[in-house]
C-alpha cells in the first residue's frame, strides 16, 4: 500500500464552483502534512499545512482526520488560476512523501 | 527567502551518457537534500535523501550505482544519472529543510526540476 494515496481524477469543476478531495494515508506515525500546488512540469509550491483543527486559507480549506487518516482539501468559489494538480503530502520517519495529486481542471 | 536552485532545467542526452544534476542551497545551509522523480501524472517518489559529509540514503528499488549522489559541501548536491536509458526520461526535483533536525512545518523548499529526455 502507497504511503498517500490520491483519487487522481481529473476534477471538472465549473468556474465559480466548490471542489473538494481527500487523500488518505497508511503511516500512522506521520507527524505533518502539507496540500502543494503543482502546475505542469514545475515544482510543488506549499499550498497550506494541515492540521487537526482545521485551517482555513481565503477559498481553501484543509482538514485533518488522524482516526481514519485522511486529509482533505476544499477550495470555494473555483478560479479558472486554480487549475493545477494538488499534492498531499505525509511527513513522516524524516521523509515527506506524495501523494500522485488531484488533478483539478477549472471550466469557464 | 530560501531558494534552492537546481540546473539544468531541461537535459536531452543519448543512451548510455551520464547527466548530472546539481542543486544549490542560494542563502542557507542545506545539511539534508531530498531528490525525487516523477513520471507523467505520477507522484513524486523519493528516491534519496543526501546529507552533507556523509553517504546518502536510497530508497528502496533505488539502484544507488545508477543514481550517484554526492553532497559535497553544505550548499550543493549533485544527482549524476549514469549511463543513462529511455526508462530513466523523467522529471527530477530536489529539496531542502532550510533548518535542521525534523521538518515539523512548511520549511521545505523546492528546485525548479529537471526534465530528463533520454534518447
Known amino acids: 500500500r502507497k504511503e498517500v494515496e490520491q483519487d487522481p481524477g481529473p476534477f471538472n469543476v465549473p468556474e465559480g464552483a466548490t471542489v473538494a478531495f481527500n487523500c488518505t494515508y497508511s503511516?500512522?506515525?506521520?507527524?505533518?502534512f502539507f496540500w502543494y500546488r503543482q502546475d505542469c512540469r514545475k515544482e510543488p509550491k506549499l499550498l497550506m499545512s494541515?492540521?487537526?483543527s482545521g485551517n482555513e486559507d481565503g477559498r481553501f480549506t484543509a482538514q485533518l482526520n488522524r482516526a481514519s487518516q485522511y486529509i482533505s482539501l476544499l477550495i470555494r468559489d473555483s478560479k479558472l488560476s486554480d487549475s493545477a494538480t494538488y499534492l498531499c503530502?505525509?511527513?513522516?520517519?524524516?521523509?515527506?512523501?506524495f501523494g500522485k495529486g488531484n488533478q483539478v481542471v477549472v471550466i469557464p | 527567502g530560501a531558494v534552492v536552485s537546481q540546473h539544468p532545467s531541461w537535459v536531452i542526452c543519448k543512451s548510455g551518457t551520464s547527466v548530472k544534476i546539481e542543486c544549490r542551497s542560494l542563502?542557507?545551509?542545506?545539511?539534508?537534500m531530498f531528490w525525487y522523480r516523477q513520471f507523467p501524472k505520477q507522484s513524486l517518489m523519493l528516491m534519496a535523501t543526501?546529507?552533507?559529509?556523509?553517504?546518502?540514503?536510497?530508497e528502496q528499488g533505488v539502484e544507488k550505482d545508477k543514481f550517484l549522489i554526492n553532497h559535497a559541501s553544505l550548499t550543493l548536491s549533485t544527482l549524476t544519472v549514469t549511463s543513462a536509458h529511455p526508462e530513466d526520461s523523467s522529471f527530477y526535483i530536489c529539496?531542502?529543510?532550510?533548518?535542521?533536525?525534523?521538518?515539523?512545518?512548511?520549511?521545505?523548499?523546492f528546485g525548479s526540476g529537471t526534465q530528463l529526455s533520454v534518447l
Open positions: 543526501s546529507n552533507e559529509g556523509s553517504k546518502a540514503t536510497y
Open positions: 503511516n500512522s506515525a506521520s507527524q505533518s
Open positions: 529539496s531542502a529543510p532550510s533548518h535542521r533536525g525534523v521538518l515539523t512545518n512548511e520549511k521545505l523548499f
Open positions: 542563502d542557507f545551509q542545506a545539511t539534508t
Open positions: 503530502a505525509g511527513y513522516g520517519n524524516n521523509r515527506l512523501a
Open positions: 494541515v492540521y487537526s
